[in-house]
């Protein structure tokens, strides 16, 4: 949630240099982007103007940038400067969260051949506007999951939820899915154990979510809040 215009731009320039790195290093790697980060709480012109900075450095180093969904509040604007900035080259992403009532038409207003990660969403939002039940958010994200490889959609199934994750993969032979429309995500730090093995045991790609930053306590001591499961592993690792 950055508050002021230089320090969007000094961040924008940051990650403008990862991108660069990325690429000379020639790493199998990309970077997503919260719109609160670059210039979002400030003004749609600043996040714009950020965000397209980004979007060119993607392209010049022939790499992939994601916009990172936060809560609902920044939700349309989210989607929005995913659809201005949209390419037929499917260099840019979005990330939809399938606890927003809301998801299921965001979903069906998306090009086909678009690329999405798929997560259960932690932030805590209205019951008006989310659904609060966990078994309801594994149906509907299974759900959301079947209607975007039946519109040709890329997904990273971003989930450290194990009875989900075989779910999805039931769902993936069941519908035959090709390896190549899609990945599986998690949150390094967090232990996934014979999970893991089990999604390497069927040749799927498998991505780790890795923060970035040096306001990076801050960033884990809100994961905390927001998802209190996730603390014991973000405290490990502060320590280790």
Not at 77 to 93: Q, S
Not at 121 to 139: L, M, R, T, V
């Amino acid at each position: 949630h950055t508050e002021n215009k230089k320090n969007a731009d000094s961040i924008t320039i940051q990650y403008c240099e990862i991108l660069h790195q990325i690429n000379l290093k020639k790493l199998k790697c990309n970077i997503s982007i919260k719109p609160s980060h670059i210039g979002s709480d400030i003004s749609d012109k600043i996040l714009m103007n950020n965000f397209k900075k980004l979007h060119n450095r993607a392209i010049e180093n022939e790499n992939f940038i994601r916009i990172d969904m936060e809560s609902s509040s920044l939700t349309d604007i989210t989607l929005n400067t995913y659809a201005k900035t949209y390419t037929k080259e499917n260099n840019i992403g979005v990330v939809l969260q399938a606890y927003l009532y809301r998801t299921k038409k965001d979903l069906m207003q998306l090009k086909p051949n678009s690329n999405i990660r798929l997560c259960k969403g932690i932030y805590n939002e209205s019951q008006d506007i989310a659904i609060k039940d966990p078994k309801k958010i594994n149906d509907n994200y299974l759900k959301l999951l079947k209607m975007a490889f039946e519109r040709n959609i890329y997904v990273g199934i971003a989930t450290h939820d194990i009875n989900l994750i075989k779910a999805s993969i039931v769902m993936i032979n069941e519908m035959n899915i090709d390896k190549s429309k899609f990945e599986f995500q998690m949150l390094y730090g967090v232990p996934m154990g014979q999970t893991l093995n089990i999604i390497k045991s069927n040749k799927y790609k498998i991505r780790i979510y890795v923060p970035f930053g040096q306001d990076w306590y801050e960033y884990s001591i809100r994961r905390i809040k927001e998802n209190p499961n996730i603390g014991m592993y973000v405290i490990k690792n502060m320590f280790r």
